[in-house]
């Protein structure tokens, strides 16, 4: 038997033709949600992580601005650049595309960001309503896998959900959202981590089980229960002689020998990727309705 | 076999000798901590506890201030309140005793205590603070849950813990501070709770139970692996005809079943309790030192 393979871009595309309609349905009332991405020196991933948060907001109807700033810009550069931003009526969404030159105190430039604005959920006054179970920014990728569950009909509630990779993206603020009592999240939720003894002993019980820490097809298909829910968060790039470009990408997960036990499984990519920049256009939108007293 | 029962009012006493000692060492460089507790309404627990928590800084020598208002103080009054203890240079730490009455806005008035005035870690952004892996006020129940495990011997890291409930006071920061890699959390952690199953499918495996779901006597012995480490953070009054007041307090864990099967087991009373107000003593010390630049 193989399993079912979620397609996180179609579902991702469906979340972006709802959030187009909202949009315009804003656009009527004189409202047009702003994004303001700041992308500080040359690391061509970044550079592309931007490039693409940027066309995803064009395509749905929000205004996007790519701020590039030199690689030696200062820490006290940074201040000035987020205190404006914080303050342009026209801007919902700061994102301060990571990871920063190390001459600039990230934790610092991300606590400066408007709560209000921080469509990315890092700021701690954000986390800290995430954990007091009041939650107002989640942060995208965690927010992206519940969507991805519950829209490809694998509601978590009541389930033993495991997952691998204690994070601050991901591990953890997923096992406050999905242990927390909502509508379809209420699971029962177990992260293992490089501290723990044997992690097949948890994922050989788990109904569901989201690899997030970041090893190259760790889990395999000897590791989980027949028929369980796989979401693969990795991208790992790996030496592969056979492809084209002599690498490829995959995830946290063996695919392959995962494929034929599990009942459904996100593939790599276009299973969780998709939804993290959908997540961010919703967080977006989110702000700029909470910012027009529209929510 | 009986466990051993783990004694919290001695480890807490403990804990008040080394911050006496420490406050007298802070005397001599000219600075008293100072802690202002504020009380709104006459329940009688509230009172209660504010004495209790006034007593205990006034022992170790904590500069100690109880503000009583009347149960009809309004929100604007309650915020001129905070506002003026946070202006305050002799108060280091701030307690708003929970519950406040209905008419005051209780998380408005916690989100406006200055952060580094916020002994209590109830502050979204020390609790966002403490999910990102950067504590600095962590909540007192589960600090003293920490430590308790710490100083009697019982290094959770490496162990298989499951909490019972996913409180905001207790379950929810506890699971983010034992899985976290430090020398003495880094454990595999489970939550259970009401949309759990089968509980006792968890218990039954682990190393380290809490239970803090407040539910009288809950966890039995048949739900529990010999020599397992117990914590107990119930406090339930239940009937007792036999008891000389018809009324008598006891944990979430069903004690006199648990010990026999239990390695280490808390009590109650004499277990958590007293950490709770010890970690309150320590959370106040350290804002004195991180306010006058001692840390």
């Given at each position: 038997m193989s399993a079912e393979i979620i397609d996180g871009k179609k579902i991702s595309d469906d979340i972006k033709s709802e959030l187009k309609a909202e949009i315009v349905r804003l656009k009527n009332q004189g409202v047009v949600p702003g994004l303001a991405a700041v992308l500080v020196g040359d690391n061509p991933a970044s550079a592309l992580y931007v490039k693409m948060k940027a066309k995803a907001c064009e395509k749905i109807g929000i205004y996007s601005e790519v701020i590039k700033c030199e690689n030696s810009t200062t820490h006290d550069e940074m201040v000035d650049l987020v205190s404006e931003l914080n303050k342009r009526?026209?801007?919902d969404g700061i994102l301060v595309q990571?990871?920063?030159?190390?001459?600039?105190?990230e934790p610092a430039i991300t606590v400066l960001i408007d709560p209000g604005k921080d469509v990315d959920g890092f700021h701690p006054l954000n986390q800290g309503l995430l954990l007091a179970g009041r939650p107002r920014f989640e942060p995208a990728t965690p927010m992206g896998i519940v969507e991805i569950l519950e829209r490809s009909g694998h509601?978590?509630?009541g389930k033993n959900v495991v997952i691998l990779g204690r994070g601050f993206l991901v591990g953890r603020p997923l096992s406050v959202m999905l242990s927390t009592k909502t509508r379809l999240t209420n699971a029962t939720v177990t992260i293992c981590h490089?501290?723990?003894?044997?992690?097949s002993d948890y994922t050989k019980k788990a109904d569901i089980i989201v690899a997030a820490?970041?090893?190259?097809?760790?889990?395999?298909?000897?590791m989980i229960k027949p028929g369980a829910v796989i979401i693969d968060v990795g991208t790992n790039q790996i030496d592969d002689p056979d492809h084209p470009k002599g690498k490829r990408l995959v995830g946290d997960v063996d695919f392959d020998s995962a494929k034929d036990i599990a009942g459904a499984i996100t593939p790599?990519?276009?299973?969780?990727g998709p939804m993290t920049i959908a997540m961010l256009l919703k967080n977006t939108v989110k702000a700029c309705k909470i910012r027009n007293g529209l929510i």
């Open positions: 009526e026209d801007i990571s990871p920063l030159p190390d001459h600039i105190d509601n978590p509630a490089t501290g723990t003894p044997d992690i820490m970041g090893k190259a097809m760790f889990l395999k298909g000897d790599v990519p276009g299973g969780v």
